[in-house]
């Protein structure tokens, strides 16, 4: 239950605003969390994770020193190597 005392606050991670320390929830575990009084429950952070790059591999062919993205590899080795347009 939500006193009117009650600060709301913003969440850093992913930025929804309206939330509330839950202190029930601290007074029984010793842990915080932030609660949405909207829907009665937990908030649980969606944060964006920033996207893996793409993994940067040379190019197998000797006298070729170029560094590119595994998954331009291929078409590199055709055009450039093989003579394919």
């Known amino acids: 239950m ?11 991670r992913c930025g929804i605003e309206d939330l509330v320390w839950d202190m029930e929830y ?17 908030h649980k952070c969606e944060a964006v994770k920033p996207p893996k790059p793409e993994k940067v591999v040379p ?5 070729c020193e170029k560094r590119m993205p595994k998954t331009k590899l291929q078409e590199h080795i055709k055009t450039e190597h093989l003579g394919f347009y």
């Open 2 to 12: 939500i006193s009117l005392n009650v600060k709301m606050v913003k969440c850093k």
């Open 26 to 42: 601290n007074t029984n575990t010793g842990n915080w969390r932030l609660w949405n009084p909207s829907t009665e429950m937990p």
């Open 59 to 63: 190019c197998p062919h000797y006298p």
